[in-house]
């Protein structure tokens, strides 16, 4: 079965960090495009970053180029979101999910909160 397991958001307040987790399992990771994405309370989804299948090409929305880096380890089949210098407009709930170009499989997203 294919699935997506988000895990590692919290309450942390402006200028902190935190590092998002996404376990893949029913397929290898590393074999496709994979995308963070989120929605803050009350709008739609925002595409955060992307990382391409098999090789290195990383992007990220300008909102947080800079601050968040993305990451995986093929041996955990896990994708990773590294947010640094977070800010109270990156509070949203926050999905991993293989892009086949439309989000295939997402998985049920990890809340962020960024207050003080």
């Known amino acids: 079965q294919v699935q997506l397991v988000e895990s590692g958001g919290g309450l942390v307040q402006p200028g902190n960090s935190l590092r998002l987790s996404c376990a893949a399992s029913g397929f290898t990771l590393s074999s496709y495009y994979m995308s963070w994405v989120r929605q803050a309370p009350g709008k739609g989804l925002e595409w955060v970053s992307g990382?391409?299948?098999?090789?290195?090409?990383?992007i990220y929305a300008d909102s947080v180029k800079g601050r968040f880096t993305i990451s995986r380890d093929s041996a955990k089949n896990t994708l990773y979101l590294q947010m640094d210098s977070l800010k109270t407009e990156d509070t949203a709930v926050y999905y991993c999910?293989?892009?086949?170009?439309?989000?295939?499989?997402w998985g049920q997203g990890t809340l962020v909160t960024v207050s003080s």
């Open positions: 999910a293989k892009d086949s170009g439309y989000l295939e499989v």
């Open positions: 990382f391409s299948e098999g090789g290195d090409s990383k």
